[in-house]
């Protein structure tokens, strides 16, 4: 007899997702006011929450929405900048990550990292055809953790209700 595999694969704990990148900003990085593009910081954002999201669902996912990037301080030409992230949430194939940039200044390497940016992305789990499958679910092990997936919750039901909105409005 064939065992048939189930559905969604076995849960796994937020720990298993997290990732961190990391690197030194360059010359080639900066926007015309000497500090780092945020299109450089925001290719960054991207590359660690895919790890992430990969890394979690066990397979390819892909980027479906960028829901909220925020820049806090400026990233300068020497900064070694670690991008932390973790998959906060998930549903039956997509996931939400949240990322945390921060920045060790070149010039003050004793003192602590400064946070430059936070975000959070949605990610879809993808198969070999480029169809969404599904992911498996994320099991929250701290209290932060779980204030993060509530939060996930509350983000997910925002972007719906506007989709929905949206929605309505153009058909009226």
Same mark, same amino acid.
């Given at each position: 007899?064939?065992?048939?595999?189930?559905?969604?694969? #076995?849960?796994?704990?937020?720990?298993?997702?997290?990732?961190?990148?990391?690197?030194?900003?360059?010359?080639? %990085?900066?926007?015309? &006011?000497?500090?780092?593009?945020?299109?450089?910081?925001?290719?960054?954002? %991207? %590359?660690? $929450?895919?790890? #992430?999201?990969?890394?979690?669902?066990?397979?390819?996912?892909?980027?479906?929405?960028? !829901?909220?990037?925020?820049?806090?301080?400026?990233?300068?030409?020497?900064?070694?900048?670690? #991008?932390?992230?973790?998959?906060?949430?998930?549903?039956?194939?997509?996931?939400?990550?949240?990322?945390?940039?921060?920045?060790?200044?070149? !010039?003050? $390497?004793?003192?602590?990292?400064?946070?430059?940016?936070?975000? &959070?992305?949605?990610?879809?789990?993808? !198969?070999? !055809?480029?169809?969404?499958?599904?992911?498996?679910?994320?099991?929250?092990?701290?209290?932060?953790?779980?204030?993060?997936?509530?939060?996930?919750?509350?983000?997910? $039901?925002?972007?719906?209700?506007?989709?929905?909105?949206?929605?309505?409005?153009?058909?009226?």
């Amino acid at each position: 007899m064939t065992e048939h595999p189930c559905a969604t694969p #076995a849960g796994k704990p937020t720990s298993y997702s997290r990732v961190t990148l990391s690197r030194i900003m360059t010359a080639v %990085d900066v926007n015309l &006011y000497g500090t780092v593009h945020g299109g450089v910081l925001m290719k960054f954002v %991207d %590359d660690v $929450a895919g790890a #992430a999201a990969a890394r979690h669902s066990g397979g390819t996912a892909v980027t479906a929405a960028i !829901d909220e990037i925020v820049f806090a301080e400026p990233v300068r030409v020497g900064d070694l900048v670690h #991008a932390h992230a973790q998959v906060n949430w998930t549903g039956h194939s997509s996931m939400e990550v949240g990322v945390r940039v921060v920045a060790e200044r070149w !010039d003050s $390497a004793e003192t602590e990292p400064v946070p430059v940016a936070t975000a &959070y992305l949605v990610f879809v789990g993808v !198969d070999a !055809d480029g169809g969404p499958r599904p992911v498996r679910p994320v099991l929250p092990e701290t209290p932060e953790d779980k204030r993060r997936y509530r939060e996930a919750e509350i983000r997910r $039901a925002h972007r719906l209700a506007r989709r929905r909105a949206i929605q309505a409005h153009r058909e009226a």
